[in-house]
């Protein structure tokens, strides 16, 4: 069974509609990269980009509107299940093009991460933003 996809290629500067298998390696070969993550926005979908992209030479980044960092390579858009399991995308084409920002040629964004300890689960909850019962 395929589904429909939407395809952000910043190389091209083309946004385009395609189909997945439903088979994860294909997500892979859709976004030239050997390994995945997703970003989470205020999309109904989920946004999967190259895991590895910042480590890419003369890479080439798009932004998401309202997302706060520039994104590196292809982004492939898939809507999912309550259960997790990828499904046709909700957004339309035109939802996608409304929101993609093309970055500059030249681009670059250095890799880094934060660790941040926590000393309780309250803590924890404060971080994230939910506020902890009694």
Same mark, same amino acid.
């Given at each position: 069974m395929t589904m429909q996809a939407i395809? #952000?290629?910043?190389?091209?500067? %083309? #946004? $385009?509609v395609v189909d997945y298998s439903g088979d994860y390696k294909d997500i892979s070969a859709l976004l030239d990269c050997q390994l995945f993550t997703t970003v989470y926005t205020d999309l109904p979908d989920t946004i999967f980009v190259d895991d590895e992209g910042l480590y890419v030479e003369n890479q080439k980044f798009f932004k998401l509107k309202g997302y706060p960092q520039p994104l590196a390579g292809k982004g492939l858009v898939? *809507?999912? %299940? +309550? +259960? *997790? +399991?990828?499904?046709d995308c909700v957004s339309s084409l035109q939802d996608i093009q409304d929101i993609v920002e093309w970055c500059p040629e030249g681009l670059t964004v250095e890799p880094r991460f934060e660790v941040i300890g926590f000393d309780s689960p309250? $803590? #924890?909850? $404060?971080?994230l933003g939910i506020e902890a019962d009694g």
């Open positions: 395809l #952000i290629d910043p190389y091209t500067q %083309t #946004i $385009e898939l *809507g999912s %299940t +309550d +259960d *997790g +399991d990828s499904t309250s $803590e #924890i909850l $404060e971080a």
